[in-house]
């Protein structure tokens, strides 16, 4: 069982480029999350989803888009990076229409903004 | 923007001794509080949850208290082991309304657990 899976795992990127982190999903969970964690720092949330179809704004949504297509996957763009992005980014999954809390976290998407 | 010079509060126990660790949230219209646990290197997992019509709620080993008048949460850990040692987050759901399913966490505390 894959759970929630990630990619790139890491990625080194040079400012003004565009980059998509993929996220996926195999628990049928109609929501999804995208956060950054910055060192030493909690998490924000970006941008969430809680079905397919439809978004929401988080904490800090400047600079990053995201598309909710199906129920399995939640793509995060970034249209033109800043170093200020450098940062670890983690998508999440939970049930949440059952009234479960648990999200359940990938293994992070490590970005360097140069 | 990025958030400047900030860095997580700390607690430091002995193996065996209780934990107590705090987090001030700040939405009165949240409809759950949740803890979570992220070791180095990790995603966040799930602790305990509790919903907002309750002030306490047991686990094993674990805690969650909630005073909705000061807008407190905190997590209680019986007999700490050094595999507790981590960074710990409390978080808020919203599951009705505009900001339905926004999923938010708040400050973290590093626990450290000396054998």
């Known amino acids: 069982i894959a759970g929630i899976t990630q990619a790139p795992t890491s990625q080194i990127l040079a400012a003004g480029r565009r980059m998509t982190l993929r996220c996926t999903q195999d628990?049928?969970?109609?929501?999804m999350y995208w956060y950054r964690q910055d060192l030493g720092l909690g998490l924000r949330l970006i941008h969430y989803s809680n079905t397919a179809g439809t978004t929401g704004k988080g904490e800090v949504p400047d600079g990053y888009s995201v598309s909710r297509a199906n129920t399995d996957d939640f793509p995060l763009t970034l249209a033109s990076a800043v170093p200020s992005q450098t940062s670890v980014y983690f998508c999440?999954?939970?049930?949440?229409?059952?009234?479960?809390?648990?999200?359940?976290f990938g293994q992070g998407t490590r970005l360097t903004v140069v | 923007g990025e958030s400047v010079g900030l860095h997580l509060p700390t607690l430091s126990v002995q193996e065996g001794d209780n934990s107590i660790i705090n987090c001030a949230y700040s939405n009165s219209a949240s409809d759950y509080f949740i803890w979570y646990k992220q070791e180095s290197g990790k995603g966040p997992q799930f602790i305990i949850d509790?919903?907002?019509?309750?002030d306490k709620r047991q686990g094993q080993r674990v805690t969650v208290l909630l005073n909705k008048t000061v807008k407190h949460l905190s997590l209680q850990i019986a007999a700490t082991q050094p595999g507790d040692s981590a960074v710990y987050f409390c978080?808020?759901?919203?599951?009705?309304?505009?900001?339905?399913?926004?999923?938010?966490f708040g400050q973290g505390t590093i626990l450290t657990v000396h054998p």
């Open positions: 978080a808020e759901i919203a599951a009705g309304g505009t900001s339905y399913g926004k999923l938010t």
């Open positions: 509790i919903r907002s019509n309750m």
């Open positions: 628990m049928r969970h109609n929501a």
């Open positions: 999440a999954s939970s049930d949440s229409s059952q009234g479960n809390t648990e999200a359940f």
